[in-house]
């Protein structure tokens, strides 16, 4: 199959974007699902008989999610479901997912490890995957997945994952696009820059932290990006993305 990446697919629907021997990436029809808040991009990694959830999203999300990941991977082979950072946007399903997949680690940054208590988490030695600040790799099956450190993008311990068999930069908060626009996959580039702005100059720390993330990306092959919010960037404009972010002014770069 390889590849999926067509500006047609729906934003409400479950896709395989990426598919190659026993590799698998899927879209998780996340977005558009809640009537109220802030809409999420979920995804599902698979290698072999084991897979990764990438934020799952709040708790209204979750009975879609379950069930569109069901299609492909039995609950009990997911070995990690990772969160990018703390927000609930992010992780305000997890107690769910612990009672439906008790096996699987929690991923998260090393700070906020001392959160999970609030989401009922109790035996954090045994649940818990902290992510250490410099990052860390992801063994799914045999995918090494790469956890890449992207602090203060808008989290103080926030990270974006790399799958050197897709190419795909799962990007969290950074590519964030909010606005009434219905696609998926950027379209057109210019017109999705009107979306992207105005969150990332509120949400982004400083041009340093921007600068120095763009910089880490550039030695990667990466095919598509895709966040946790707005619409997937794929391989065609994410130079003109990194590019964006080289050069935004954002959060105290503004302060005056």
């Known amino acids: 199959m390889g590849y999926n990446l067509e500006p047609g697919l729906s934003p409400s629907e479950d896709a395989v974007l990426f598919e190659e021997r026993d590799h698998k990436v899927v879209y998780l029809g996340s977005r558009g699902s809640s009537q109220q808040g802030v809409d999420v991009l979920s995804y599902l990694v698979i290698n072999g008989d084991e897979g990764l959830i ?25 070995k990690f479901i990772y969160f990018c950072h703390q927000d609930p946007d ?44 410099d990052g860390c790799t992801l063994n799914v099956g045999k995918a090494p997945i790469e956890a890449i450190p ?3 993008m808008h989290s ?19 590519g964030i696009a909010l606005g ?6 950027v379209k057109d580039w210019i017109e999705h820059l009107d979306y992207l702005y105005p969150p990332h100059r509120t949400l982004m720390a400083s041009n340093r932290v ?5 910089e880490r990306v550039k030695k990667l092959e990466v ?3 895709l966040p946790q919010h707005g619409a997937i960037i794929t391989e065609e404009n994410v130079k003109y993305f990194l590019k964006f972010m080289e050069n935004l002014k954002c959060g105290v770069d503004l302060v005056k």
């Open 54 to 78: 990438i934020d799952p999203g709040g708790y209204h999300l979750f009975p879609k999610t379950i069930y569109n990941i069901s299609k492909y991977i039995d609950l009990d082979r997911i």
């Open 90 to 133: 992010v992780c305000g399903s997890l107690p769910m997912w612990r009672d439906v997949c008790p096996q699987a680690k929690i991923a998260i940054g090393e700070l906020w490890i001392r959160f999970l208590p609030h989401f009922g988490v109790e035996n954090i030695d045994e649940v818990a995957y902290p992510i250490p600040k």
């Open 150 to 152: 992207a602090h203060y």
């Open 156 to 174: 103080p311990n926030h990270f974006t994952l790399y799958d050197p068999i897709s190419k795909f930069l799962f990007s969290g908060d950074i």
């Open 180 to 185: 009434s626009f219905n696609y998926l996959v």
């Open 210 to 214: 921007t600068k120095l993330w763009a």
């Open 223 to 225: 095919k598509a990006i």
